[in-house]
């Protein structure tokens, strides 16, 4: 492993900091969104209502406690953290022209701190934020104001915090949206809300390539400021497999592929692919895409492409296999992979996996991977003495550790470095629960947001402080 390997953690700004409501902070469409659970949908509720209960309100409330989590970190000897910045906090409708000074300087101090503490910053601009008010008034990414509102945003951002951030990402796991029969996905990667009548491919192929061009010009921007600065894509990896060696398996997992691929596809080439093209003419699709758009996305492309990486999904063309969900970015049209084990909330382990994506990856782009997000979503139980014993996720880590290290030392993958989701228990992103952690470190709250707040070291801790300092050679 390289030396300057980036080992960490990663977090994003809905799901830890809290403070919903602080310092001139607007409603965020996370704002807005109820509690779920593994058969219960969240619900994407009218605005803030009094009788529902929105987890992301408080989250473990980092807001607060960002220096001890920081301190935290540092002593499991992070390179960096990964976060993202709540756009809400900068604009709180999205449409203002001025930043409100008392969001930024939130950031100012983080960042400060963490720069203290040695730990480098990785950026996410967009990880399933936007003001609730773009959403209200202008019906999100369907409308292409929003290229303007978000470009003014991170060039905001991009240019206040330059010299403390290297690593910038743009839309997080941008290609999750394309599950349009799931309206989450198309709420939180885009501010969709679907209306009866509505083509939902033709609105996300839209909202996404609305995405694609602002991406490109945050791209722009960065480059011309500061020639040290790295602009990521990101995306999540959801490999599909055949389930046989049926040819109309290979095609089908191909063709599932391709519909993922796509969202990298055109930010790491800078142009729409044929097989996109040919979907949309079969399909009808017609989009609002003018030549200058085409120009812009062609212009620059990315510096490297960061995925988060939980499972893999595996397809078949025999309409007589039973479909199972497999969990995030999988999809419904997908059936059981008998080689594999699942998590309590059905996502499939499988660290083989993601060998083979950073593979793919490797091959189809030629560029630096950055593997910004992977990691175990279970419950966690305190034991008799007081500790918690999480031996199942050091074990999911560490296998997926050892194949990322496969593909880079056996197979030639570039990987800039490796970031365990949710590195402090955090909200679940799809389910809003507490219960289903990730955490090296465990936060005493909740799934109704009652708790000290407290935290406190997990055994996986003491596992990846050793694993960092050995530069991943003790696993
Ligand atoms: C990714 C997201 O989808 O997976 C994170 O980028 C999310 O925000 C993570 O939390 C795990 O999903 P969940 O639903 O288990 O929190």
Redesign the pocket.
Known sequence: MQKDFLWGGAI?AH?VEGAYDEAGKGLSIADVMTKGDVDTPREITDGVLPTKYYPNHQAIDFYHHYQEDVDLFAEMNFKCLRISIAWSRIFPNGDETEPNEAGLEFYDQLFAYMKERQIEPVVTLS??EMPYYLVEHYGGWRNRRMIEFFTRFAKVVIERYQNLVKYWLTF??IN?QSLTENPIFAFTNSGLIFKDGDKRDQLMYQAAHYEFVAAAKVVQFAHQLNSNLMVGCMV?ASPYYPNTCNPEDILKAQAMNRGQYFFSDVQAWGYYPKYILKHWEKSGIKLDITDDDLKTIAAETVDYIGF?Y?LTSTVSSDPKLEKIGSG??AGTDTVLNPYLKKSA?GWTIDPLGLRYYLNEMTDRYHLPLFIV?N?Y?AKDHISADGKIHDDDRINYLKEHIIQMKKAIEEDGAEVLGYTV??CID?V????GEMK?R?GMIYVDVDDNGKGSFKRSKKDSFDWYQKVIATNGEEL
Do not use: D, I, R, V
């Open positions: 994003a799901q990880h399933f997080n796991e999750n999540a988060s939980y995030n970015a909330w997000e990691g979503g989701w949710g955090l679940s992103f799809t389910t289903k990730y």
